[in-house]
C-alpha cells in the first residue's frame, strides 16, 4: 500500500505504544484489543510491508470513529486518526473497501447523504416551506437531523422561532461533505461537495451549523481541504447561549439536575465547550460527569449505526453509565447524532436523554 512518509511515521510509532488503550469508546464499548490504536496500527504496518492484504484489515479500519481522543491523549503527537483516514481512502482507490460500506459511499454521491433518503418528513417539510424566503442568516440542518431525526430539526427550527430570529432553512441542502470525508477521507469527490456546499452557505451573512459534525466540517476541515467560507459561521450553541445573553431567549429554571455530554467536534476540534453549558445552566442544574470538555466520550452516531448496530448499542450504554456512576440520570445532548444514539438504549437504561433544544422549548 502506498502511504504518505507522515502517516507511515505515526504507524510504526503507534504499534508499539499503549499510551491511549484506555480511552477508545468503541474498544472499552467492545472489549477486544483489535479495537485499539495500537491494534489499527499493527495491521497497517503490516500491510505496508506487505505481509498480509488491505483487504484483510478493512473491517477493523471502519470500526474507528475518528474521534481523536486518543490524538488528544498522545503526548507524543502521533495520529491515529491521520492513518485511519489515509487507510480507508487507499482502500476506496484499490477498491478494498468493504461491502457494507460502498452502499453508504454510493448514498452519499448519490443523494448527498449516506442514508440514499430524498424526501423529508411532512411536518419538516412544511417547517422549511415557512423560512424559505431569503435572509441574512441561514440554519443549516444537516443530513441526520433532516433525514434521520425530523422532530429534532423541527425543535431546532422552534427554538430560533422562540427568539424571533429571521432566517431561512433550505428546501435542498447540499451535502456538506462531511460524510465522505468519514467514509473514503481526503477524496476528489469529498472536496467538490465541500466546494459546492461552501458556494451555498457563501450566499449568506451568517450559518448556523445545527450538527456538530457538519459545524466541524465547515469551520476546521474546509480550512484542511482548501476550501473558503466566506460566511459567518457559528455553532448552534453558540448562537443560541448569544440569544440568551442578548435576552431575546427566554430562561426558566426546570428545578431537574441534569449531565452534559460534551460533543467532540465540539470540545476537541473546536475547542467550545461553555457555550453549551451557559445555555443548560439557563433552565437546569448542572453536574458533571468525570469525562467532559476535551476528555470528553464519544456516545455513538447514526452513519456508524448502519452497519455495527450492535456496537453503537454497547458505546452508548456505556456512556450512560458513565452519567450514572456520578449519579446522573438526565443527559442533555447537543449533537443530533448523540442523541438518537443514546435515546436508543435509554429505555432500556432507566436513563433519560434531551436534547438542548428540549431544555428551552420545555
Keep these: 500500500m502506498i502511504m504518505s512518509e507522515k502517516s507511515k511515521q505515526h504507524v510504526d510509532s503507534c504499534r508499539f505504544c499503549w499510551m491511549c488503550h484506555h480511552i477508545c469508546p468503541i474498544g472499552n464499548a467492545t472489549g477486544q484489543e483489535r479495537n485499539t490504536a495500537r491494534a489499527r496500527a499493527l495491521g497497517i504496518s503490516l500491510v505496508n510491508r506487505e505481509a498480509i492484504d488491505l483487504s484483510e484489515i478493512m473491517d477493523n479500519i471502519y470500526e474507528c470513529c475518528t474521534c481523536g481522543a ?3 491523549d498522545c503526548v507524543t503527537g502521533w495520529d491515529p486518526v491521520m492513518f485511519t483516514k489515509e487507510t480507508r481512502l487507499k482502500a476506496a482507490l484499490e477498491d478494498k473497501t468493504p461491502d457494507y460500506i460502498k452502499p453508504l459511499i454510493a448514498n ?18 412544511q417547517s422549511v416551506k415557512a423560512h424559505a424566503d431569503k435572509k441574512d442568516i441561514l440554519l443549516f440542518l444537516g443530513a441526520d437531523a433532516r433525514f434521520m431525526a425530523c422532530e429534532q430539526a423541527l425543535k431546532a427550527i422552534k427554538v430560533l422561532e422562540k427568539a424571533g430570529v429571521e432566517f431561512t432553512v433550505l428546501e435542498k441542502e447540499p451535502a456538506s461533505g462531511v460524510q465522505l470525508d468519514f467514509l473514503i477521507g481526503a477524496a476528489n469527490e469529498t472536496k467538490a461537495q465541500m466546494e459546492e456546499c461552501a458556494e451555498v452557505l457563501n450566499k449568506y451573512k451568517t450559518v448556523v451549523l445545527y450538527d456538530p459534525n ?35 431567549l427566554e430562561t426558566k429554571q ?19 465547550t461553555e457555550e453549551a453549558r451557559e445555555i443548560v445552566k439557563a433552565y437546569a442544574k448542572l453536574d458533571e460527569m468525570l469525562l467532559n470538555r476535551a476528555e470528553t466520550v ?9 452497519y455495527m448496530p450492535e456496537v453503537i448499542k454497547l458505546v452508548a450504554k456505556r456512556r450512560i453509565f458513565n452519567a450514572k456512576s456520578v449519579g446522573a440520570n438526565t443527559i ?31
Design 70 to 72: 486518543c490524538v488528544h
Design 108 to 125: 452519499c454521491l448519490a443523494t448527498g447523504n449516506a442514508y440514499g433518503k430524498t424526501e423529508i418528513c411532512d411536518r419538516l417539510a
Design 214 to 248: 457538519d459545524a466541524k466540517a465547515v469551520k476546521q476541515l474546509y480550512k484542511e481541504y482548501g476550501v473558503e467560507v466566506a460566511a459567518n459561521a457559528v455553532t448552534y450553541t453558540s448562537f443560541l447561549a448569544d440569544l440568551i445573553k442578548e435576552g431575546k
Design 254 to 272: 426546570s428545578g431537574r439536575t441534569v449531565v452534559f455530554q460534551d460533543p467532540y467536534q465540539l470540545s476537541r476540534d473546536l475547542e467550545e
Design 298 to 306: 464519544w456516545a455513538g452516531n447514526i452513519l456508524m449505526a448502519q
Design 332 to 362: 442533555v445532548t447537543a449533537s443530533v447524532a448523540e442523541y438518537v444514539s443514546l435515546k436508543a438504549v435509554a429505555e432500556e437504561e432507566n436513563s433519560e436523554i434531551i436534547s438542548i433544544e428540549d431544555l428551552i422549548l420545555g
